[in-house]
C-alpha cells in the first residue's frame, strides 16, 4: 500500500498490516516518542520532533501513521485506556472508598498519563447555551450546575489537531472513575461539589514536565498532596 493510499483511508496501518522485526522496533520508537514529546509539548507538537525523538526519518513515521491525527488519535486512545485500567485496579484492590480515590490518583499522575488525556475530556466550556454551562462530567449532583459531557469538537487551536478516544473508551474511563468519586462522596470522604472532571484535572494538572526526573516526581507528588487536601471534606 502506498503512502498516498493509506492517507487517503486514514487507518492506522501499524494495527492492520503484520511487520517484519525492525518495522516493529520502529513502530515501538515512534510510540515511545511520540508519547514524550506530546507529553512534553502537548499534541500541537509536530511530527518531525516525534521522527527526531525516535531516531528514525519522517517518513517512516508517516508510513506507519498516514496523518497526524492518526497518531495523536493512537496515543489518546491508549492514554485513555491505561487510566481505565488503573483506576479499575484501584477499585478493586482498595476497600477504603478514599484509599481507592488516592491510590487512582497517585498511580495515573506518576505514569504521566494526564498529560495525554484527550483535550475533550478535559475541556471545560463556560458558555451558556441551552441547559446552562456546559463541562465535561457525567453526574449532576443536588444543588450543583447541570454538568454533562461537552460534544467532540476540534480543540480551538489551530496547531492542535482535534483529538478524541473513541467513544466507548471515553464513557469507559468516565464511568469507573464516577463510581470511584461517588464512593468517596457517599463516605462523606470527598467534597460533595467534587466532579469527575475535577479528577481528571487534577491527573492532567499533577503531571508537570520538567527536564530532571527526580524534580519532576518531586513537584508532582507535593502538587498532589496539596491537591488531594484539597478535595478531601472537612468536619463542619
Not at 478535559?122 to 463556560?126: A, C, D, F, I, Q
Given at each position: 500500500m502506498t503512502m498516498s493510499a493509506a492517507?487517503?483511508?486514514g487507518r492506522d496501518v501499524s494495527r492492520t498490516t503484520p511487520l517484519r522485526v525492525d518495522a516493529q522496533r520502529n513502530l515501538e520508537h515512534v510510540l515511545r516518542a511520540a508519547r514524550e514529546v506530546f507529553g512534553e509539548l502537548g499534541y500541537g507538537a509536530p511530527m518531525e520532533d516525534v521522527a527526531r525523538r525516535a531516531r528514525v526519518g519522517v517518513g517512516t513515521v508517516y508510513r506507519r501513521f498516514p496523518s497526524k491525527d492518526v497518531l495523536v488519535r493512537r496515543i489518546a486512545e491508549e492514554e485513555?485506556?491505561?487510566?481505565?485500567?488503573?483506576?479499575?485496579?484501584?477499585?478493586?484492590?482498595?476497600?477504603?472508598p478514599w484509599s481507592a480515590l488516592s491510590r487512582f490518583l497517585r498511580t495515573s499522575v506518576a505514569s504521566g498519563a494526564g498529560r495525554l488525556l484527550p483535550p475533550q475530556v478535559?475541556?471545560?466550556?463556560?458558555e451558556d447555551g441551552p441547559g446552562g454551562p456546559r463541562v465535561p462530567q457525567q453526574r449532576p449532583q443536588p444543588g450543583a450546575t447541570e454538568l454533562r459531557l461537552v460534544p467532540d469538537q476540534p480543540v480551538a487551536v489551530a496547531s492542535v489537531p482535534a483529538v478524541a478516544a473513541d467513544d466507548a473508551g471515553t464513557s469507559a474511563l468516565l464511568e469507573v472513575v464516577g463510581q470511584l468519586v461517588d464512593r468517596a462522596r457517599a463516605a462523606g470522604e470527598l467534597r460533595a461539589d467534587v466532579s469527575v472532571s475535577d479528577v481528571l484535572l487534577v491527573i492532567a494538572t499533577a503531571?508537570?514536565?520538567l527536564p530532571d526526573a527526580a524534580q519532576q516526581a518531586a513537584a508532582s507528588a507535593r502538587l498532589l498532596d496539596i491537591l488531594l487536601e484539597g478535595l478531601r471534606s472537612r468536619p463542619a
Open positions: 492517507a487517503g483511508n485513555t485506556s491505561r487510566l481505565t485500567d488503573q483506576a479499575r485496579a484501584a477499585l478493586g484492590q482498595e476497600d477504603e478535559l475541556r471545560v466550556s463556560v503531571a508537570p514536565s
